[in-house]
């Protein structure tokens, strides 16, 4: 039983060598499957930046650049790997292992599923409506000073939106159906 023990450690030595030279090359394939897609990210991710566009700032600029830095770091790191694991021979320890590469996967996910999940939540922000109603008075204004047909245009269309309004907030009156044949109130045995 000693020596089969040992004649099992030296083979696992192999097997595993083995075993991470058939996986290595769709773990890379995983990789940079993640990586195109963290890029394509990115780049709809930069236009929901405050910089380019303020009425979507969904994320900081910080943000971005860190899951740029990620990207680029991951790439670098990728190509060095690759490289340095073809120079060795298959008998030779490996550098390249699986496990390396799931770990810079998960590095790569954290950071985009992050992202992802600020642009679920978020929400635009809101102007109250006090500001709005200001805004449609100055322009009331700003239009009424030249004509006097505007401003009345103005204030016909004001008006309107007020009954707009108050006929969105007047109850509706629920309609209730009179029951065909007259029944017995008698509770529901099944409830």
């Known amino acids: 039983e000693e020596k089969l023990a040992q004649l099992k450690k030296l083979s696992n030595v192999f097997l595993a060598r083995h075993w991470e030279h058939e996986e290595r090359p769709e773990a890379i394939k995983a990789l940079k499957g993640m990586i195109d897609g963290a890029e394509k990210f990115l780049v709809t991710g930069r236009n929901l930046t405050k910089d380019t566009n303020p009425e979507k700032d969904v994320f900081t600029q910080v943000e971005i650049d860190t899951l740029d830095k990620v990207i680029t770091e991951t790439n ?44 679920k939540i978020w929400k635009p922000k809101v102007k109250p409506a006090a500001e709005k109603e200001k805004k449609k008075e100055e322009e009331v204004v700003a239009s009424g000073s030249g004509d006097d047909t505007k401003s009345e245009d103005a204030e016909q269309q004001q008006e309107q939106a007020t009954k707009e309004e108050q006929q969105e907030q007047e109850p509706v009156d629920e309609i209730t159906p009179t029951p065909a044949e007259e029944e017995t109130k008698t509770p529901h045995s099944e409830l």
């Open 76 to 119: 670098a790191w990728l190509k060095t790997e690759t490289a340095a694991q073809k120079k060795l021979a298959k008998n030779a320890d490996i550098r390249l292992t699986v496990k390396d590469i799931t770990d810079k996967m998960s590095l790569l996910d954290r950071e985009v599923k992050y992202l992802v999940n600020k642009i």
